[in-house]
Structure formats: C-alpha cells, structure tokens
C-alpha cells in the first residue's frame, strides 16, 4: 500500500484560493486512482473529487465549479486546487489512493494521510 502525506491546509477568507498536495510513497503511483474526501466536524466523510489513472476525474456537485484535481505521476503527487472557497468548505482534507480503479466510497480506499485543515472564514 502506499503512504500518503497531505500539505497545504490553512486558514483563509471566503473567496481566497488554496491548493492542496498529497506526496505518495511506497508504491508505483501511477497504477492508483487518487481522491480527496473532507470531514467537518460532527459531520461523516464526504467525497470531494477523484482522478483516475488516465487523469479522469468526477467532482462533488457542489465543488464541481471550484475545485480542480490534477495528479503528477512523475512526482508521485496529486493536487486539489480550490478556488472561491466558502466557509461551508471548513474541513479537515484527506487523500486517499485505492488501486487500479476509482471510487467514490471512503470504503473503497485502504491508503489515507493524516489529513490537512481547512478554515474558510466568513
């Protein structure tokens, strides 16, 4: 399985942009589809975006306009570009990697990081 290390969180005003990273290691990323879940608090995980190998991705309705994932298979890293970000986003951001095949369900994933804050203020 691979190791997976998220950056990029912070605290920022509603309409700013941040950009996530997620650093893969131990395995040969490119056989993974990659995806970002989010968790605020109180609430269960929720999908955000995933990117298949081929660099196919598929959005959560409500960041579809927003959010961009992008994945650089030369340095094993996947990206999540969030842009006129609203305090609804407040979360803590996962990356999860699942072999071969994307998905959806956090249940589908073996591979998680630690998670990387993000705080939207109004």
């Known amino acids: 399985q691979v190791q997976l290390v998220e950056s990029g969180g912070g605290l920022v005003q509603a309409g700013d942009s941040l950009r996530l990273s997620c650093a893969a290691s131990?395995?040969?990323?490119?056989?993974?589809?990659m995806a970002w879940f989010r968790q605020a608090p109180g609430k269960e995980r929720e999908f955000v975006a995933h990117?298949?190998?081929?660099?196919?991705?598929y959005y959560k309705d409500s960041v579809k306009d927003r959010f961009t994932i992008s994945r650089d298979n030369a340095k094993n890293t996947v990206y999540l570009q969030m842009n006129s970000l609203k305090p609804e986003d407040t979360a803590l951001y996962y990356c999860?990697?699942?072999?071969?095949?994307?998905?959806?369900?956090?249940?589908?994933?073996?591979?998680w990081g630690q998670g990387t804050q993000v705080t939207v203020s109004s």
């Open positions: 990117i298949s190998r081929s660099s196919s991705t």
């Open positions: 131990g395995g040969t990323f490119g056989n993974y589809a």
């Open positions: 999860a990697a699942r072999f071969w095949v994307p998905s959806m369900r956090a249940q589908d994933f073996r591979s």
